[in-house]
C-alpha cells in the first residue's frame, strides 16, 4: 500500500482522525498537542496517526490534502484543518456544530468551557 492509500484507508475507516507529530498521549509538538488537547477535553474518540513515525506518512498526508503543515484534523473523510482552523472552529462554535451534523459524539458542556475560558 502506498502512504496515500494509507491515509485514505485511515480516514475512510475512522470517524474523527488526527494526523500530528506524537500521540495523543504524548504529543511532539505544541500545535499538535493544542488540538488533541481540544478533543481529548471535548471527549472525542478520534484516531492519532503519528507523522513522526513514518516519513512517507508524514509527507503524504500533506500531498494528500494539499495542506503544508501538520497536525490535520479529518471528520467523517473530510479534512477540517490544522491548528489555528480548529482553534478558531472551537471558540466559534463551529466545530460544535461539525460534530452535530456527521453524528459525532462530544462533551457540549466541555465545548462550552473552552468558550467560556477564552472569553
Known sequence: MTAADIIRDTVTKNDVVLFMKGTKMMPQCGFSSKVAGVLNYMGVEFADVNV???ADIRQGIKDF???PTIPQLYVK???VGGCD???EMTLSGELDQLFEAKGVVYDKAAAEKIREANA
Open 85 to 87: 482552523i480548529v482553534t
Open 77 to 79: 473523510g473530510e479534512f
Open 52 to 54: 513522526l513515525a513514518d
Open 65 to 67: 490534502s494539499d495542506w
